[in-house]
């Protein structure tokens, strides 16, 4: 089965401050990795995901992940935080069903504050 | 483009009623649909798939009779939730997918607060 964690459910940065959000992911298959983004009253949009292509893998708003293999890990980070980045980050993986459907099982969730 | 919304956003109702949600794609087909319950603090945990025109598949441990799942057209899903008890109050998450059985690209609505009295 898949899983990720995700390390730390706060996290508080500086305005212009590199953003780093942490998961790790546990899987018996080549995985698909995935971040997602909940602002407020919203519903959760797609930063970027891992299909085993390029490690880096770069998203939307100035967001990217490393893929580490070895580590078992795929942070996102950004160079310099911006105040709209304030909002719920999710890191998920994608798996199969007991009925063999696709599925995404998500991490916890990193609540992202930017401090002014 | 892909807007996936849902009503309502908040509901509160009385112990032993049913209170039906409705999860609607506004500019595209959703071929899938998944169900999802967030608890506070905890991740999203997928309830439930429902590709159009068949059965809902559930995972494990969802009681498929208390969570019913209709999936009748390409942009209309809805999650009826049947005598509900406080055990039930949870926020709802669904997302659709045009694509059949694919997870990876899902849109997802806003949400539902369920509060059971």
């Known amino acids: 089965a898949q899983s990720v964690t995700q390390l730390g459910s706060h996290v508080s940065v500086s305005e212009g401050a590199l953003v780093l959000l942490r998961c790790n992911y546990s899987?018996?298959?080549?995985?698909?990795l995935f971040w997602y983004v909940q602002y407020p009253n919203q519903g959760l949009q797609l930063l970027l995901k891992?299909?085993?292509?390029?490690?880096l893998v770069k998203g939307i708003n100035g967001f990217e992940a490393e893929f580490k293999k070895s580590e078992t890990s795929f942070h996102l980070t950004k160079p310099s935080a911006h105040m709209s980045d304030a909002a719920e980050y999710f890191c998920?993986?994608?798996?199969?069903?007991?009925?063999?459907?696709?599925?995404?099982?998500f991490g916890t969730g990193t609540r992202l504050t930017i401090i002014p | 483009g892909a807007v996936v919304s849902q009503h309502p956003s908040w509901v509160i109702c009385k112990s032993g009623t049913s209170v039906k949600i409705e999860c609607r794609s506004l500019?595209?087909?959703?071929?899938?649909m998944f169900w999802y319950r967030q608890f506070p603090k905890q991740s999203l945990m997928l309830m439930a798939t429902?590709?159009?025109?068949?059965?809902?598949?559930?995972e494990q441990g969802v009681e498929k009779d208390k969570f019913l799942i209709n999936h009748a057209s390409l942009t209309l899903s809805t999650l009826t939730v049947t005598s509900a008890h406080p055990e039930d109050s949870s926020f709802y998450i669904c997302?659709?997918?045009?694509?059949?059985?694919?997870?990876?690209?899902?849109?997802f609505g806003p949400g539902t607060r369920l509060t059971v009295l």
């Open positions: 997302s659709a997918s045009p694509l059949a059985g694919f997870a990876d690209t899902q849109y």
């Open positions: 899987s018996s298959v080549p995985p698909y």
């Open positions: 891992y299909t085993s292509a390029a490690t």
């Open positions: 998920a993986v994608r798996g199969i069903s007991n009925f063999g459907n696709e599925k995404l099982t």
């Open positions: 500019d595209f087909q959703a071929t899938t």
């Open positions: 429902s590709n159009e025109g068949s059965k809902a598949t559930y």
